[in-house]
T-cell receptor, first 113, second 117 residues
């Protein structure tokens, strides 16, 4: 039962263009969402987050959008840079129970110079 | 320590042997997660600890896998009678689970690359 889904395993974007990474979730008890970035041979690192009471959070070139009615969030990177090439994981926290964080399976982004 | 520490960083073992992977979380973090990433695959959840208890073990792939956490700190993941399909990078993460949602942010270790030959 995959509660956090990243349906695109990979994405290629030209340098300077916008990268849009998508994430869908099924659990209505999720109240906080996070994006992580992972380079090869390293552990994932936190990138940006958004509370369920908001619909947008921006940090420099990175913006996360949340559509609660659609149970969908997206990460926008603009302009994309070659150094952004990595695997991006979407994650969500369950406000019920033990507040566990569930991760998606990741999307590999390649930014082409 | 300053971050999540995992040991060993690399482990090569023969099929059928047992292995133990260690995770030292950030001091004071009550939540601890184990994940694994097989070659070309996504992040696969294994087990979640809150303190010393494991309220969610649903990701452990078989009874050959077990994990424990002592003193609310160090955790060990044990794989018995390893198989070739166990080869993967095993990642540990920890987070505060109290107060504001910001405490949810999980910090990952560098991972242990396990190769079963």
């Amino acid at each position: 039962d995959q509660q956090v889904k990243q349906n695109s395993p990979s994405l290629s974007v030209q340098e300077g263009r916008i990268s849009i990474l998508n994430c869908d979730y099924t659990n209505s008890m999720f109240d906080y969402f996070l994006w992580y970035k992972k380079y090869p041979a390293e552990g994932p690192t936190f990138l940006i987050s958004i509370s369920s009471i908001k619909d947008k959070n921006e940090d420099g070139r990175f913006t996360v959008f949340l559509n609660k009615s659609a149970k969908h969030l997206s990460l926008h990177i603009v302009p994309s840079q070659p150094g952004d090439s990595a695997v991006y994981f979407c994650a969500a926290r369950d406000t019920g129970g033990y507040q566990k964080v569930t991760f998606g399976t990741g999307t590999k982004l390649q930014v082409i110079p | 320590g300053a971050g999540v520490s995992q040991s060993p960083s690399n482990k090569v073992t023969e099929k059928g042997k047992d292995v133990e992977l260690r995770c030292d979380p950030i001091s004071g973090h009550t939540a601890l997660y184990w994940y694994r990433q097989s070659l070309g695959q996504g992040l696969e959840f294994l087990i979640y600890f809150q303190g010393n208890s494991a309220p969610d073990k649903s990701g452990l792939p078989s009874d050959r896998f077990s994990a424990e956490r002592t003193g609310g700190s160090v955790s060990t993941l044990t794989i018995q009678r390893t198989q070739q399909e166990d080869s993967a990078v095993y990642l540990c993460a920890s987070s505060l689970v109290a107060g504001s949602p910001k405490n949810t942010e999980a910090f990952f270790g560098q991972g242990t690359r396990l190769t079963v030959v």
